[in-house]
């Protein structure tokens, strides 16, 4: 990103507009052209593809075969393994064989078994290493690239929080491995939310939101040091992102989830006067029941609030990204970031032109 785009985008990101649930001015676009690659596309040889087409299904099937071999050999090499494994009945050689197995599976297509044995292998490797050992992470990467292939929610989700809970529990907050795996988790959250893939849309929007929240304030506890802006930018939008879900889910709720229990009606007293007989006025009173207009009103006033609340967090992110990039250097990151967050921007004027009156 040049210099002059991103002075573009300061300026308008100096346009926000905080003072209430009204659309924020969309930071500027940013488009690039390879002038080089527009005038000169590259062209493609139909018949070189199909040649191509061809060896790559010859391989293919020669691959194919070999993870058969493959997998036969794992095989016969953990049941070699776990006969004279003795006292050693947890070594690597075990594990890397289960991995390998496990890895041959997923080339296979079989991923009910890749699972089942990626999971063997993380068993073997928590006895050995410990139940926090930084040595799960990578098989619970692949683990949880299984799950989705599978289609496995739950054990996607399951493997994203322990995911994290390892890089928690090896290292501080602000470590960029810990930020990364938090942004795995938030996003797949919002993920499963939006898709309807756990159920309580809700829950998992919350989770998210607060997963950041309590991340960012460990953070901004800390000491400067160098990439705690970038970090913090990346934790901002993230936690602008799942509380645009969670508008949206406070958006579609009844407002009977908003009762507080109140009855429908109340009683109070009426008088009028009356004329009696003598020619005297007098008054006579009497108890009616009438609607309970807090019935009817809190409902909506307390969603509204709501929404307020969530709206004012998503902004006060949004602005805080812009404070921790305004005064970076260019750079892969904090362009990427400057991009995300003018698609977070957009999302939420989205949200607000269509939805608050």
């Known amino acids: 990103m040049c210099l002059l785009q991103r002075l573009r985008l300061v300026l308008s990101t100096c346009l926000l507009l905080l003072g209430s649930a009204s659309p924020l001015h969309s930071f500027s676009q940013v488009s690039q052209l390879d002038d080089e690659s527009a005038e000169h596309p590259e062209l493609?040889?139909?018949?070189?593809?199909?040649?191509?087409?061809?060896?790559?299904?010859?391989?293919?099937?020669?691959?194919?075969?070999?993870a058969l071999l493959d997998r036969d050999s794992y095989e016969q090499i953990i049941n070699e393994l776990e006969n004279n494994s003795g006292q050693n009945a947890y070594s690597n050689e075990l594990s890397e064989a289960y991995l390998n197995l496990a890895a041959t599976s997923f080339s296979l297509g079989d991923f009910d078994k890749a699972a089942e044995t990626y999971d063997q292998a993380l068993q073997i490797i928590r006895i050995s290493t410990g139940l926090n050992s930084l040595q799960q992470l990578p098989?619970?990467?692949?683990?949880?690239?299984?799950?989705?292939?599978?289609?496995?929610?739950?054990?996607?989700?399951?493997?994203?929080?322990?995911?994290?809970?390892?890089?928690?529990?090896?290292?501080?907050?602000?470590?960029?491995?810990?930020?990364?795996?938090?942004?795995?988790?938030?996003?797949?959250?919002?993920k499963a939310a939006s898709e309807d893939m756990l159920g309580g849309f809700r829950d998992k929007t919350e989770e998210a939101a607060d997963l950041y929240s309590n991340e960012i304030r460990q953070l901004e506890s800390l000491d400067d040091y160098e990439g705690k802006d970038l970090n913090l930018a990346t934790l901002y939008l993230g936690e602008a992102r799942s509380n645009i879900a969670l508008a949206m889910n406070i958006l579609e709720k009844p407002l009977s989830d908003y009762s507080t229990g109140q009855q429908r009606t109340t009683m109070t007293q009426k008088c009028r006067l009356v004329r009696l007989a003598n020619g005297t006025v007098t008054q006579i009173c009497e108890t009616v029941e009438v609607p309970n207009m807090q019935y009817y009103l809190d409902p909506s006033i307390r969603k509204n609030q709501e929404i307020s609340m969530t709206l004012a967090t998503i902004r006060r992110a949004i602005t805080n990204t812009f404070d921790m990039l305004k005064e970076e250097s260019p750079g892969e990151q904090s362009d990427q970031l400057f991009i995300e967050m003018?698609?977070?921007?957009?999302?939420?004027?989205t949200f607000v032109t269509k939805n608050i009156q």
């Open 44 to 66: 493609i040889d139909v018949e070189s593809e199909s040649e191509a087409i061809d060896e790559f299904d010859e391989f293919d099937e020669k691959a194919h075969e070999q």
């Open 139 to 190: 098989i619970l990467q692949v683990l949880l690239e299984t799950s989705v292939a599978r289609s496995d929610w739950q054990a996607v989700d399951t493997n994203a929080h322990l995911i994290f809970h390892i890089n928690r529990r090896n290292f501080p907050a602000g470590d960029r491995r810990r930020v990364e795996a938090l942004i795995q988790l938030g996003t797949w959250k919002i």
């Open 342 to 349: 003018q698609e977070v921007t957009e999302a939420y004027n």
